[in-house]
């Protein structure tokens, strides 16, 4: 079975039917050999708030040091997000197993008149999957109510009930007090539930179970939002009745601190989390869609607000920015109280009304009825996307513009920021395993053709009508859902320039979005003769001041060796020297943030005369912090942004920032990861992680990613991401290639004194395919095989 044949399956199941309980579920758990039963599991249950709590939670026991699977829905685009390892969607290849063994217990399920739905199915498949990993804890936030809930299937060791309001009157009750009974049935047995809810909500939980309450005053866990930090942090204070901590939180809002105070409080009771750790965790956690600020000029913010108690939440936190004019982009389900919802929100100058693409979305002329009066003017428009670019177009960079309805119109809005264009033609046929993600066309579509390759996902309207004009100009369009993420159809666009540029003026004023998409093809082709617009591959060279690296521990790490080692490089050719205070080599013993300062912030110091950029190899803000202050120019963070603090240091000094992609530093030979497309998933990866580190205030220009060769990937896919670094200029970012004398090269039987050659080979091979930086720690040999390829791609 193909994945798109399993995906297909799981797809085509019914998405509601008449019966409730749990029964269903639990046969399918029983068939597959109660993988629950290997894990402790948590439920999160509540009308808003859930997955924020999910996520929050998960950070914290993940900082914590344990394996941690989730389970959360809606998804934004695909039900493989919806089920995380470690924060890594669930494999196309687990999903095929898992159908494949699953189908038997379909058939005869519904030989019973007992057919599961979509969301019961794909709660089993998350179990499943957190039990073949051997998760630690298995996070799972409940779809409707509790009691019935396919998640009660499971016996929890912990739960929460993180609000309550009106919803689902059909199957949960008419009354606040009937839903929050309702809500009540995921406690555990042998524990209390923690909840946010408060009044009725709260009195009527209280008549079902034993609680541990959290909110702003009041409660066993007094959770306070004390203030903004920054436009995007808040600072938190949690107080428990033995313990106590402060930490900033990504997520905004006095609602988020209580939804803080009850992953607090359920990290106490599931793994005696410390206060630290529970800090730390607070402050990593992120959910795209939750106010999520995606720009500054103008203000632009996501929300998936789906209800009137959200609309009135997130009022309350737009409050707090400065603007002219809200410009709302909104898009909701049928089945929600609009009138309510539109009443809840601050004044609006004008509403775009769109309808999100999935079956259950409201019409446009619903929701004009339902801004009739709350919005000064409103516009129906054919997309979200089209209604996004609308708003911003016609919003000034002192207004607002807000998208929020439904976490399915947020999906939609947030292509603009993630879309990914990428370039596939490098020069020679492309690897079989880069044909998009998994995607399958019908066609030969980038080997047979002469000039430009280029791979996107776009929604369906928008594939069809990229198509047409393509098709029109002379140029060939293939489209392809199968293996594509849910929603999306996997494009391939191939032309010559003319015809690509043809292509951008026609859809420029097509709407459904499209004139993003013609800027994105302008920049493409722009950079067509490579990623960026350089005259030659710089070289960075590895001065570690340390005892203990993996290939010159020891050898540089008195002041005057490392000086003179600096010196001597910068005479060989290196363009960048890079310092690191502290090894990453497999095994490697953790160093203090003081004893790293002391290391690395001297030698920074006496470099700072030397006619290159001085970059700091650092995983600490602190360190970095203090470098950038001795004169350094780059911090290269190779865990990826794992101290939260890093970006802010950054940005305010206004350095360079190296983002590396990692599974673990320092490397953890035993932390991998099944890479569907390794390309693809990593520059998916990276693509968040630089709209991060853009949140924080550093510019794109500024940000240099690095693929990450050798942490967290095995040898051949180390290969497969240099030999596919063009496609990493889809990033918009300069792009940096770490290889040198890697065990990577073990896979030809290099021994680690003996990989030079190789590494000579990996250079040259990153210089002719784009590499604006490569790192390495034999300078001159791999200096003049960078001149070699800038000499014979000149001729």
């Not at 695909?78 to 390892?85: D, L, S």
């Not at 550093?698 to 063009?726: M, N």
Request: hydrophobic share 40%; glycine share 8%; aromatic share 4%.
């Amino acid at each position: 079975m193909q994945y798109h044949e399993a995906a297909d399956r799981l797809q085509s199941l019914q998405r509601r039917r008449p019966k409730l309980g749990t029964e269903t579920t639990a046969r399918m758990l029983s068939h597959l050999g109660e993988p629950q039963a290997g894990m402790d599991c948590v439920q999160v249950a509540g009308s808003n708030g859930k997955g924020s709590t999910c996520r929050m939670l998960e950070s914290v026991l993940r900082t914590a040091g344990l394996d941690v699977g989730v389970f959360t829905s809606p998804a934004l685009n695909g039900f493989r997000e919806q089920v995380r390892v470690n924060g890594d969607p669930v494999p196309k290849s687990r999903v095929v197993s898992f159908v494949d063994r699953i189908d038997p217990c379909l058939d005869r399920l519904r030989a019973d008149d007992d057919a599961p739905t979509h969301f019961e199915v794909v709660t089993a498949l998350a179990l499943d999957h957190f039990g073949r990993e051997g998760v630690d804890v298995a996070i799972l936030e409940v779809g409707i109510g509790g009691r019935y809930d396919a998640t009660s299937a499971v016996d929890p060791v912990a739960s929460a009930v993180t609000s309550v309001s009106l919803e689902h009157t059909d199957l949960l009750g008419d009354t606040v007090e009937e839903i929050a009974r309702d809500k009540a049935q995921v406690a555990p047995t042998d524990a209390p539930l923690v909840t946010g809810a408060t009044g009725d909500a709260l009195d009527a939980i209280r008549t079902q179970t034993d609680v541990i309450t959290a909110g702003p005053s009041e409660a066993d866990v007094v959770a306070v939002e004390n203030g903004m930090r920054s436009d995007v942090e808040s600072d938190v204070s949690i107080t428990g009745p033995d313990w106590a901590l402060e930490t900033h939180l990504q997520l905004l809002g006095e609602h988020q601190a209580t939804n803080a105070g009850v992953a607090a409080a359920l990290a106490r009771q599931v793994a005696d989390v410390d206060v630290g750790r529970i800090a730390a965790g607070l402050r990593k956690a992120t959910i795209p869609g939750r106010f999520e600020i995606v720009d500054t000029d103008p203000l632009t913010v996501l929300d998936g607000s789906h209800n009137p108690g959200a609309m009135a939440t997130l009022r309350d936190v737009l409050d707090r920015f400065e603007y002219d004019d809200l410009r709302l982009v909104f898009g909701a389900m049928s089945d929600k109280d609009h009138d309510e919802m539109a009443a809840a929100l601050p004044a609006v100058e004008t509403a775009y009304l769109a309808r999100p693409g999935v079956d259950r979305a409201a019409d446009v002329e619903t929701l004009a009825a339902a801004f009739d009066g709350h919005a000064t003017t409103t516009e129906r428009i054919e997309s979200v996307s089209e209604a996004v670019q609308r708003a911003l177009s016609d919003a000034s960079e002192s207004d607002a513009v807000l998208v929020a309805g439904s976490l399915y119109a947020v999906a939609e809005a947030r292509d603009r920021w993630t879309r990914l264009l990428v370039p596939r033609d490098h020069g020679r046929p492309p690897s079989e395993r880069g044909a998009l993600g998994g995607a399958t066309f019908a066609e030969t579509t980038a080997g047979d053709v002469d000039h430009h390759v280029l791979t996107t996902y776009l929604r369906p309207e928008q594939a069809e009508r990229v198509a047409e004009r393509l098709t029109a100009l002379g140029g060939d369009c293939h489209r392809s859902a199968t293996g594509a993420p849910g929603k999306f159809v996997a494009t391939v666009l191939s032309g010559t320039v003319s015809q690509l540029r043809g292509l951008a003026d026609a859809i420029e004023a097509d709407g459904l979005g499209l004139a993003h998409v013609a800027g994105r093809l302008r920049d493409a082709l722009d950079e067509s003769t490579g990623p960026f617009d350089a005259d030659e591959t710089a070289v960075m060279g590895i001065l570690n001041v340390t005892p203990d690296s993996f290939h010159d521990g020891g050898e540089h790490d008195g002041f005057d060796a490392a000086v003179r080692r600096a010196e001597e490089m910068v005479a060989n050719g290196a363009d960048i020297v890079d310092v690191g205070g502290e090894s990453t080599r497999p095994g490697a013993e953790p160093v203090s943030a003081e004893r790293e300062i002391e290391r690395v912030v001297p030698v920074v110091e006496a470099l700072a005369e030397l006619d290159v950029p001085i970059s700091v190899d650092t995983r600490k803000a602190v360190v970095a912090d203090a470098a950038l202050a001795a004169g350094a120019d780059i911090v290269n963070d190779v865990s990826g942004l794992s101290d939260p603090e890093m970006r802010f240091v950054v940005a305010d000094h206004d350095a360079s920032l190296v983002l590396m992609h990692s599974l673990s530093a320092p490397v953890d030979p035993d932390c991998s990861r099944t890479y569907d497309d390794v390309v693809d998933d990593v520059m998916r990866d990276l693509c968040e992680q630089v709209l991060l580190a853009q949140r924080a205030g550093i510019d794109r220009e500024q940000i240099i990613v690095d693929p990450g060769c050798g942490f967290g990937k095995d040898a051949a896919e180390s290969f497969e991401l240099v030999d596919r670094l063009p496609e990493f200029a889809a990033l918009g970012c300069h792009v940096m290639v770490g290889h040198s004398r890697k065990s990577m090269f073990e896979r030809i039987d290099r021994a680690g004194d003996d990989r030079l050659s190789p590494t000579l080979a990996v250079t040259a091979m990153a210089a002719e395919r784009g590499a604006d930086v490569v790192r390495v720690h034999d300078v001159a040999e791999n200096a003049a095989a960078v001149r070699t390829v800038g000499a014979t791609t000149d001729t």
